[in-house]
DNA sequence: TCTGCCATGTAAGCCGTTACATGATTTT
DNA sequence: AAAATCATGTAACGGCTTACATGGCAGA
């Protein structure tokens, strides 16, 4: 099974919703996620291309939309069963990469569409990926307070502030996930946790 | 005169305070800026490569630096005089980008080296480039708010959030120059500590 | 001795943007 | 009628990582 990248996946969750044809879809995935503020149509175009290749999705033009009439020149693309079922392998899936940067926010934005566990997974992940992280950064102000002057210094704490804040926000849904997943189900009690 | 690149630059400012070789200088840009956490060496030698033909920087291999004896295969890079001059050029101007994300980063931990005049105009520059990003964020944020679900919702929100921060960031900092500026006298703030 | 870190470098490939090329539709 | 925006696509180029290739030095 070929392996989904993010931008394929960020655009099978896109069309799963409804058909769009791509100058839309750019427009969405600028507005609506954060990883793609300004992806490329040289990006975008030979993204679809190779989507329709593998066979996720569908190409058809749409003429005359609409009753004024003529309307060329415009590629509706729709998932295929194939692709809906990628997509869904994928949302049940919290494996590999789902906790990087840029992959996080597109797995986020399809929560609703992601069942619970999953989404707890995913969040546990990203959440231990942060801690990391903050460890890195925390050793690298130690060093740089002793060596170096306060700019640098103020620098690197602002940064660990940054990544501080993002596992706060990180334990405050996984809390609301927790209590929403025993409210629903009395006697959950999921495994391992941090 | 070529423009020079955020990685060059930072090479450049790393070298400011003493020749280091490649290994050393991979090391420090990864714990020390935050852009090239982990900066590979594919990049790094062809950078130091062409910084040498473009007569920035020289190098030179240190044979037997140490008592023991050998040690070969080390090679010190340090700043020619036109590197030098190039590195003051640079710290002079806060033109082009040096509010981009990653370039701001590097003009910042060189704020020691640069005048106050300069760092106040990066910072402006800076914080003005982060009041679009703002304003973008938030129309999307109404935009997501209308027609999407709470986690997507979320997603912006806190995107939202993070900007709203790194802008009060700023501002302090803008504040702490100005006064410090007006006060060569009495009331100066040093940059923040904890 | 062998593992792990220090140290330098090249080649291939990925992933993305920029610039280019074209044309329809809508708004002013 | 002009300008803005919608709409699709390709080709060239850039920058960075990965994988490879090589070898020295230190400590277990």
Avoid: C
Avoid at 6 to 26: D, F, K, N, T, W
């Amino acid at each position: 099974m070929a392996k989904t990248d993010v931008l394929s996946l960020a655009i099978l969750g896109m069309l799963a919703e409804q058909p769009l044809h791509g100058y839309q879809i750019r427009k969405r995935l600028g507005s609506e996620l954060g990883p793609f503020r300004a992806l490329s149509y040289g990006s975008l175009y030979p993204a679809l291309k190779r989507m329709v290749a593998a066979g996720l999705i569908t190409a058809s033009a749409d003429y005359e939309a609409r009753p004024g009439g003529s309307r060329r020149s415009r590629i509706s693309y729709r998932l295929t069963e194939d692709g809906e079922q990628r997509l869904a392998d994928e949302l049940a899936s919290a494996g590999a990469s789902s906790w990087d940067d840029d992959a996080f926010d597109v797995r986020f934005s399809m929560f609703t569409k992601t069942d619970s566990a999953t989404r707890l997974r995913i969040l546990e992940g990203r959440r231990s990926r942060l801690a990391e992280r903050l460890e890195e950064v925390n050793e690298g102000l130690q060093r740089v307070r002793e060596r170096h002057d306060a700019y640098t210094t103020e620098l690197h704490r602002h940064g660990l502030e940054r990544v501080e804040r993002e596992v706060e926000w990180l334990d405050r849904l996984i809390e609301n996930e927790r209590s929403a997943t025993r409210g629903d189900n009395p006697s959950t009690a999921s495994a391992g946790n941090n």
